[in-house]
């Protein structure tokens, strides 16, 4: 196997970036709105658990994403745990996982009591990938009563969560058409996608239930806070209710009627979200023109190649992905290495979660093959908008 040429692909990212400080993978970036909105609810006092950013960014949320209803929450890692409750996972379930993903998407399944279960994603996506998956249910699952069950295990398989990686949209027609089959509740990990379309329908339309984030690192950033979008009225009530302590509306004394979570988004952050939110159409589209910078650079590369949006979708590009063409792990860490050394932030994906020590035993495919070559090429470029001018 060849060595990667390193000098060359740090040269192909600094034609790209163009720049002498520091190159962070995603930074936030903040304008004078964001100061406006910020200072504007200083003065109002309302910086805690009410106020009217929080019903301005919700507003604006379901406008963007065409969603019916969106629910403002602490944190995306909380909007999923949500999410799995209210689409009815009971504890002692399984809920199908990828095994590439960031670690809440694994964690909240067990917030809900319910086991994750590992399976691979598609190299065209990195996604779930459907065929794969509609082949290993057809082999250790059987349908009793209209639901699924894993015949090695004998517990019930109700759910599958999809992770939309890096902002690119998993294969939405043939994860609906599985999900039917076998009776498979559909939630969509939509953290890293907010600006991502597939077929035109914006991601986190697909399932019942669907979580953003708006972490630091995202696409646009509340400084923390997360979403739940659905497009059920009801779910969308409860997931207000019980994402604010489940208070009965309208009584002096406290009272709740069921358990609920402090899982509030304080106006603080929602004023600084729905300032980012404005900005996002821009951070797009200076985002799809850093993709093509990249293609440019990388296109007469021979040992790398970069990833771009699967068939019949339009991608935000949150990260742009540079792949190894011969997968290996200590090629990937040589150039991690050097690119540090150059003041270039590249990161390798997530380790896989069936390697996580707390999900070592849990069950998973047996051939993981995909994601574990993914771990041993993918590398993350810097991507923040303010690569490209404004
Ligand atoms: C960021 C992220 C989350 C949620 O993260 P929070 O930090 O809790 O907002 C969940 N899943 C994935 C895949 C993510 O990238």
Known sequence: MDDINIKNIISSIQQVCASDSPLPLHEPEITELEKHY???????????????????FEQSLQQYTGAKYAIATVNGTSALHICLLLAGIRPGEEVLVPNLTFIATANAVCYASATPHFIDVSEKTLGVDPDKLSAYLTEIAEMRQNALYNKLTGRRISALVVMHSFGHPCDMEKVLSLCDQFKLKLIEDAAESL???????????FGVLAAL?????????????????????????????????????????????????????????????????????????RKRLLAKKYWEAFKSHTDVTLFQEPEHCQSNYWL??????????????????????????????????????????????????VSEKLFDSLLCLPSSPQLIQP
């Open 195 to 205: 600006g991502s379309f597939y077929r035109q329908k914006h991601t986190g339309n």
């Open 213 to 285: 984030s708006f972490n630091g690192n995202k696409i646009i950033s509340s400084g923390g806070g997360g979403a739940i979008l659905t497009n059920n009225k009801s779910l969308a009530q409860q997931a207000k209710h019980i994402t604010t302590t489940a208070k009965i509306p309208n009584r002096i004394a406290s009272e709740h009627d069921q358990l609920g979570y402090n899982y509030r988004l304080p106006n603080l952050n929602a004023a600084l979200g729905l300032a980012q939110l404005k900005t996002l159409e821009n951070k797009l589209s």
């Open 320 to 369: 742009n992905l540079l792949l190894l063409n011969s997968p290996s792990l200590q090629q990937r860490d040589q150039l991690i290495k050097q690119c540090h050394q150059n003041n270039i932030y590249i990161r390798p994906a997530w380790g896989l979660m069936h390697t996580q020590a707390i999900f070592v035993k849990n069950p998973h495919m047996p051939n993981l093959n």
């Open 38 to 56: 910020l200072q504007d609810c200083l003065d109002s006092g309302w910086i805690s658990s009410a106020g009217k950013y929080v019903d301005q």
